[in-house]
């Protein structure tokens, strides 16, 4: 379970975001209540529709993939910011999620074309 302290900041409507019971403590730590969602089967049914967490080989998978240095990474983003920011001061449709992955999709794939290499 979940435990939050009290503090002049947390609002009740802070709370919507727990999917699980939450024990709430004062500030001296004392326990004060435990909240409970009203919706606790449909937020526990949504959250089990979410993608699992990966397994342990998939992050060892993952952490065999070559590496790309950050200034790379920003540079991709600077790019597809300007593309974005070009299409919408021209009248054409800005990217959709799916096109955006495409055009940075390119725009590695061109890079590597052209002997840049990634780390």
Do not use: C, W
């Not at 919408?88 to 992955?101: L, Y």
């Amino acid at each position: 379970m979940v435990a939050i302290k009290i503090n002049q900041g947390l609002q009740l409507k802070d709370l919507q975001q727990f999917y699980d019971p939450v024990e709430i403590h004062d500030e001296d730590g004392r326990v004060l209540g435990v909240y409970v969602p009203a919706d606790l089967q449909q937020k526990r049914q949504r959250l089990a529709e979410l993608e699992p967490p990966p397994t342990k080989e998939e992050i060892e998978r993952i952490m065999k993939l070559p590496k790309v240095p950050f200034a790379e990474v920003m540079d991709r983003f600077r790019k597809l910011q300007a593309e974005s920011r070009r299409r919408v001061a021209t009248g054409e449709p800005d990217f959709t999620g799916d096109e955006a992955v495409a055009y940075v999709r390119s725009l590695r794939e061109s890079s590597e074309r052209n002997g840049e290499t990634e780390e």
